[in-house]
């Protein structure tokens, strides 16, 4: 299993970073202060943990100004489940 695919992992083990997962359901786009709201967490807690769930190519980001904004990466998502599935076939 690749690095990138571990990452994917690490990002979903968190039971908060499970909890921001949901909020892109359907292609929501949110920033960091509205992340923070929605979950009840601190603006710098919400960025650490969507610092990790891009990292593990779970949400990808963009800049407008000087606000971040989030959403799912689909891609990301689809190709880390692709190498894992492969993984699982191979190993088990």
Same mark, same amino acid.
């Given at each position: $299993? ?5 990452? %994917?992992?690490? =990002?979903?083990?968190?039971?908060? &970073?499970? &909890?921001? $997962? $949901?909020? %892109?359901?359907? !292609?929501?786009?949110?920033?960091? @202060?509205?992340?923070?709201? +929605? ?14 769930? +891009? +990292? @593990?190519?779970?949400?990808?980001? +963009? &800049?407008? !100004?000087?606000?971040?904004?989030? &959403?799912?990466?689909?891609? !990301?998502?689809? =190709? ?8 699982? $076939?191979? *190993? *088990?």
């Amino acid at each position: $299993m690749g690095p990138d695919t571990q990452e %994917f992992l690490k =990002a979903l083990g968190s039971p908060t &970073r499970q &909890r921001i $997962m $949901m909020l %892109f359901a359907q !292609g929501a786009e949110l920033s960091v @202060g509205e992340v923070a709201e +929605r979950t009840g967490i601190s603006q710098a807690t919400a960025s650490q943990q969507l610092t990790l769930l +891009r +990292r @593990g190519r779970v949400v990808t980001s +963009r &800049r407008d !100004g000087k606000t971040v904004y989030y &959403r799912a990466d689909r891609d !990301g998502t689809l =190709a880390a489940l692709a190498e894992l599935q492969s993984y699982l $076939m191979t *190993c *088990c």
